[in-house]
């Protein structure tokens, strides 16, 4: 006797399904896969760093949204985590971590002191890692909650979903580029 099954994964991108085959374009193929594989890179310099320890630990679990593989070098991860006060001695190294990932790339703004300096506004403080690197999720919170980081990690997974492979082509993408000077 013949049985069907039918599966119906979370997320599934629309497409056209029949009897044994399930068809989808290329962008939203791509999507899916870079939204739940991300390689966050933690960069992480004082209090918000502890608070993203926590989101990794077995309680909040990053690893249901397929980012526990964190990874240290550039050049092996797409999403920048910074969390905590960036001394203006800092930014340099900051943006040259950035540039040295690959496309494509998201940055995750964690807290107010990444944010936007936080109570630290003092002469060695930088007011915002979007004065030196361009920002796509900020999370707000002194320090943010690991349900906030999670909801910061589902709106990156939203726009890696998406953006589409040609995002990073188009001329508004390379506008922002050139706005922090950078190729
Ligand atoms: S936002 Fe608050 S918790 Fe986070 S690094 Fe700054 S002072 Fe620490």
Not at 20 to 28: H, N, R, S, V
Not at 132 to 152: A, F, K, M
Request: aromatic share 8%.
């Amino acid at each position: 006797m013949q049985t069907s099954v039918n599966i119906h994964p979370d997320n599934q991108p629309e497409g056209h399904e029949g009897a044994g085959f399930f068809a989808t374009t290329l962008d939203k193929a791509v999507g899916l896969a870079r939204a739940n594989s991300l390689w966050p890179l933690p960069f992480a310099t004082s209090c918000c760093g502890i608070e993203f320890m926590a989101t990794m630990a077995s309680t909040y679990d990053l690893a249901r949204f397929g980012s526990e593989r964190l990874s240290f070098s550039p050049r092996q991860a797409d999403l920048l985590m910074v969390m905590g006060t960036i001394s203006k001695k800092m930014a340099p190294v900051l943006r040259q971590v950035y540039e040295q990932m690959a496309e494509p790339k998201w940055v995750l703004s964690m807290g107010a002191c990444a944010s936007s300096g936080g109570i630290f506004d003092t002469y060695s403080v930088l007011q915002g890692i979007d004065r030196v690197i361009p920002v796509d999720v900020y999370i707000p919170g002194c320090p943010p909650r690991p349900e906030q980081v999670l909801d910061g990690i589902l709106k990156i997974q939203e726009l890696a979903k998406n953006e589409g492979t040609k995002r990073r082509q188009t001329p508004e993408y390379q506008a922002k580029l050139a706005a922090y000077g950078l190729e």
